[in-house]
Structures are given as structure tokens and as C-alpha cells.
């Protein structure tokens, strides 16, 4: 257990480090869940990386009772969410006003919508133990295989396949990357790469990434901007895993996550789309970003870089608006973008 707080957090940005005063290290240091998951365990990875944006995770549903001083203000700052809101889930489709924002297919190139889920009554992916995160990978790959129809695919676990297969699955964007700093202090990384893998189907438009960050990540992803039909069926593929999985819910928070960014809805709705106007201009194009609620990544995942004038643009808030809500803001941000760039192209 750390005594002491923690030297590294006085030059950090992190949320971690605006809301963990030494006060409060020290009203939460002896705590513990049930899990034995402690304060030291929730704020290692913003503690042995100070240039986090956020620097902390949790270890199970406890955690975000038994820390609340410390991620309610988390969760304040980055959703806008506060003990009072209440978060209503809408998987419907049908509520989603987004018809293709680039029909001519000239600026976006694939569009990609992923919901984190953990299992229920179990630890998260950075308490979890050996054997849990054994189950999981079994009972969930199992289910997985059994589908049919457009869903049916396979499960390629990452301790049997090649390292050529494995780059370039990640290079065309459908595999999470190997050591993650940021999850690898936050013990996300633990006994890798056993009982991590992905299922796809021969398409690659419906995936799941079992023990990352999340214990499953159900993504739907598709060539070009016909993002209700990548909604669509993502939520038929969650609805399906749904009938065989208990996930980790609670009427406040919404699905849980390890990490607080992703509460609530857990869905980041992103496009990969060709900005290089905009890209020329970077403090025009995050004010856009921000006045829409979106969030600008590179192209190969969070903490990447752009690539050719290509950015990834995806929904910042999760909890306290609903899916639909959560998708209809990447569209909205995505169409104010594309009519700033072709004005900036005239
Ligand atoms: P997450 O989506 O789980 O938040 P990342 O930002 O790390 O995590 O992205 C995971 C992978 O998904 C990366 O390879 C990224 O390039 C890819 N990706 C994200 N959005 C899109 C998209 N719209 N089209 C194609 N690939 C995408
Ligand atoms: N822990 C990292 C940070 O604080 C990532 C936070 C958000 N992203 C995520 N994948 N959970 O910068």
C-alpha cells in the first residue's frame, strides 16, 4: 500500500491528479473492496504514467463506491454526470436519425461502433483472477461460435496465433494492440496473452476482443459512413450475446467498466475520415470538436497519430445519454466537420 502521495502526480494534467488531494489519499488509502482491490491499485497507472488524461481504473463495481470521493469527481468532469442524473439506456435503432453524412463516399472511410461489457458478480479485468478470466474466454467464445447467419464467425485466441497474423490484424484495424502502458500499470496486461482473443466473422464486421480493457468488446465495424446500419447490427449482436451473458449493470452508473470513461453506455461510435483542411488547422478543429461533444484520435487507436490528413472522430460522452444520444452526437460533430472542410477546400 502506498503511505505516501504520490510524488509523480504534482506535475500531472490527469484528472487522477486535479481530484486526488492529499486529503483525500488519505481518507481512502486503508479502503479495500471486497476483491481486495485497493486505492494504490485504482490510481497505479496515472501514478507510473503522469501524462494520463484520466489515471485511473477500477476493480470492480465496488470500487466506485468504496473510492466515490474520487471517481465522482472523475465521473463529474468527464460526463457531466453528477449523483443526481440518472442514465437510461436506447439500443433501438429506429430512434437514430443518421443517414449517411458523406453519400458520396468522399470523406469517410469506415465507420466502427463498440460497446465495452464485464460479466456480472465477477471482478473487473484488473482484479479478476486467473481462472475467471480462463471462464470467461471459454463460456463467451463459446456462445460466440454458436451463431449463425451474418454473426457466424470464429474465435482466434491470442496465445495460438501467429505474430504475422496478429500485425496485421492490428494494422487493419480489427485487434487491440499488445502492451498498453497505460492498462499494463493498471494490471490489465496480467498473464498475457492467455485467455485473450478475438472472434470475427469472414466479413470483420462484427468482432469481439475478449479480456482487453473490457472483459468483451462487441464492435461492429463496416467500409464507408452507413453508420445505422453498423448500429444496427451492433445492437442485434449485443442483444444476442445478451441472451447467454449476465453483464455488469447498475442503475446509476449504467454498464460497468474498468475504466471511468466508459460508464454508462460504454459505446464509442468513431469514424475514420479524411480531414487534412481541418488537420492544417488544429485549434479550429477542436473547437468544432468540442462544440459537438467529439473527440479527435489518431488512426491507429487512442494515443496514435494521424495518418495522411486521415483522423478518427468518435462520441467523448457515455454515461448519462443513451446510446442512440451517444451515436447521434458522432454524427452530428462528423456533419459540422465535413461542411467546415469542403469550405476550407473552395
Ligand atoms: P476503442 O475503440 O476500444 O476505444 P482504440 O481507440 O484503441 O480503442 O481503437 C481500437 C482499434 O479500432 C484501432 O485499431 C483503431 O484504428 C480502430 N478503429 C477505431 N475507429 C475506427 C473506424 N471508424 N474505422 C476503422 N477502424 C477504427
Ligand atoms: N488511462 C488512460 C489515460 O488516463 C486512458 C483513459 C481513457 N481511455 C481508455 N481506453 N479507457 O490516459
Avoid at 484520466?54 to 468504496?66: C, F, L, R, T
Avoid at 439500443?91 to 453519400?103: G, I, Y
Amino acid at each position: 500500500m502506498t503511505e505516501k502521495y504520490p510524488d509523480s502526480l504534482k506535475g500531472s494534467k490527469s484528472l487522477l491528479a486535479k481530484y486526488l488531494t492529499p486529503e483525500m489519499f488519505e481518507e481512502l488509502k486503508d479502503k479495500k473492496t471486497s476483491n481486495g482491490f485497493t486505492l494504490s491499485d485504482a490510481i497505479n497507472s496515472g501514478v507510473q504514467n503522469p501524462d494520463s488524461g484520466i489515471g485511473v481504473y477500477a476493480g470492480d463495481e465496488e470500487s466506485y463506491e468504496v473510492f466515490a470521493p474520487l471517481f465522482d469527481k472523475i465521473i463529474e468532469d468527464y460526463h457531466g454526470f453528477t449523483k443526481n442524473d440518472k442514465h437510461i439506456s436506447n439500443l433501438n435503432p429506429n430512434d437514430l436519425d443518421a443517414l449517411n453524412p458523406d453519400s458520396n463516399g468522399e470523406y469517410i472511410l469506415s465507420t466502427r461502433i463498440r460497446v465495452g461489457r464485464n460479466v456480472a458478480d465477477i471482478p473487473l479485468g484488473t482484479a479478476i483472477l486467473k481462472d475467471q478470466r480462463q471462464k470467461i474466454e471459454k463460456d463467451v467464445s463459446k456462445v460466440l461460435i454458436s451463431f449463425s447467419g451474418s454473426l457466424a464467425g470464429k474465435y482466434y485466441p491470442l496465445n495460438n496465433m501467429s505474430e504475422a497474423d496478429s500485425q496485421s490484424l492490428i494494422a487493419e484495424h480489427f485487434l487491440f494492440k499488445a502492451g498498453d502502458r497505460f492498462l499494463e500499470a493498471a494490471g490489465l496486461n496480467k498473464d498475457w496473452p492467455n485467455a485473450r482473443g478475438i472472434f470475427h466473422n469472414d466479413d470483420k464486421t462484427f468482432l469481439v476482443w475478449i479480456n482487453e480493457e473490457d472483459e468483451l468488446r462487441i464492435i461492429s465495424m463496416q467500409a464507408g459512413g452507413d453508420i445505422k446500419e453498423v448500429f444496427t447490427r451492433l445492437t442485434t449482436a449485443i442483444a444476442e450475446i445478451q441472451k447467454s451473458v449476465k453483464f455488469a449493470y447498475d442503475e446509476h452508473l449504467g454498464f460497468i467498466t474498468s475504466c471511468p470513461t466508459n460508464l454508462g453506455t460504454a459505446l464509442r461510435a468513431s469514424v475514420h475520415i479524411k480531414l487534412p483542411k481541418l488537420g492544417e488547422n488544429m485549434d479550429e478543429f477542436k473547437s468544432i470538436a468540442d462544440k459537438h461533444n467529439v473527440q479527435i484520435r489518431g488512426i491507429h487507436g487512442e494515443h496514435s497519430d494521424s495518418e495522411g490528413g486521415v483522423y478518427d472522430i468518435s462520441n467523448k460522452r457515455r454515461l448519462g445519454v443513451s446510446e442512440v444520444e451517444c451515436v447521434q452526437d458522432m454524427y452530428d460533430g462528423v456533419v459540422a466537420l465535413i461542411k467546415r472542410e469542403k469550405e476550407l477546400s473552395l
